[in-house]
């Protein structure tokens, strides 16, 4: 349970500010479809989380107790160093041919895949004895804001402290991830 909860907060603050929601909202403004871009990011980012978990899955027979809070702290002090940089607007995908559902899918998927949260994710679930729990926290948190973002659309979603929003994130993750870190070589 406790992958569960800590990947539903973490999944929050790392997509807060990220351009994932950003290109939902984009998607929704557009297609006046919110809950269709809803349910094709709550699929893409599920599909991402559960490929980041079978990498923890992968490496955590490979790794003492000690090593795996390592890991985590390594993935959060990253969540956090990149959760400071700016985002820049993502692309529309105006120019995809392919429908709204598997544009709306495929880009979301696209623009997750290899984001802070999947390897969170796979650090998680690596120290877990339930690491599913991680994919299903991460997207529920992922989901939470994405909903909002849409419901809100771009030009509120940008009218939001996002600024503020990014340098609190990177605070909060890269304290927590040293924290880790200390204690995982029991300096702490």
């Known amino acids: 349970m406790d992958a569960l909860m800590a990947a539903l907060l973490l999944g929050a603050l790392t997509q807060a500010a990220d351009r994932t929601p950003w290109l939902a909202a984009i998607l929704a403004d557009r297609w006046r479809s919110p809950a269709m871009v809803i349910a094709a990011a709550a699929v893409a980012l599920a599909a991402n989380y559960a490929i ?3 990498g923890g899955l ?3 027979a490979l790794l003492t107790p000690e090593a795996r809070l390592l890991l985590l702290a390594l993935a959060l ?8 940089w700016r985002s820049t607007r993502p692309e529309d995908l105006a120019g995809w041919r392919i429908g709204r559902l598997p544009t709306a899918f495929a880009g979301l998927f696209i623009m997750a895949f290899g984001d802070r949260m999947q390897f969170v994710a796979a650090a998680l679930a690596a120290r877990s004895p339930l690491p599913w ?3 299903i ?5 992922a ?3 994405v909903a909002v973002s849409v419901t809100l ?5 940008l009218a939001l402290p996002l600024r503020a929003v990014r340098v609190a994130n990177m605070v909060l993750l890269t304290v927590a991830g040293v924290v880790l870190a200390l204690r995982a070589v029991s300096l702490i």
């Open 143 to 145: 989901v939470a804001v």
């Open 77 to 84: 002090v990253l969540a956090g160093a990149g959760t400071g």
């Open 52 to 54: 980041g978990v079978a």
């Open 133 to 135: 729990a991680a994919a």
């Open 137 to 141: 926290g991460a997207t529920l948190g």
């Open 153 to 157: 659309g771009e030009r509120a979603w």
């Open 58 to 60: 992968a490496v955590a």
